[in-house]
Nanobody
Framework: QVLLVESGGGLVQPGGSLRLSCVAS????????TGWYRQPPGKERELVAV???????NYADSVKGRFTISRDNAKNTVYLQMNNLKPEETAVYYC???????????????WGQGTQVSVSS
């Protein structure tokens, strides 16, 4: 019905940067809030950053000033620019989207399959 596909993960040294992308496709009328979560090894999934449609982003305190979330509504894509990455930010990063689907105009929530980000020297 709706598919979220993340890309851009990989291995980076501490202090390095990565840019994640998530493209949504399928029976989409519109995307409300969308964003990124992460799950470090052995830990719970946590919010990284979310951005409402037409609204201001919200960030986890730990990433403020280093990460930037943005979206392109025409492309149904959300991005996460990550700078000055730290080893403890090694995790699987997941895209999430709150979608109004067609033709039923139902509001449903979807997750991507995740992309691995490893920060290590």
């Amino acid at each position: 019905q709706v598919l979220l596909v993340e890309s851009g993960g990989g291995l980076v040294q501490p202090g390095g940067s990565l840019r994640l992308s998530c493209v949504a496709s399928g029976t989409i009328f519109s995307i409300n809030t969308t964003g990124w979560y992460r799950q470090p090894p052995g830990k719970e999934r946590e919010l990284v950053a979310v951005i409402p449609r037409g609204g201001s982003p919200n960030y986890a305190d730990s990433v403020k000033g280093r990460f930037t979330i943005s979206r392109d509504n025409a492309k149904n894509t959300v991005y996460l620019q990550m700078n000055n990455l730290k080893p403890e930010e090694t995790a699987v990063y997941y895209c999430n989207a709150d979608v109004i689907t067609i033709p039923a105009m139902m509001r449903l929530n979807f997750w991507g399959q995740g992309t691995q980000v490893s920060v290590s020297s």
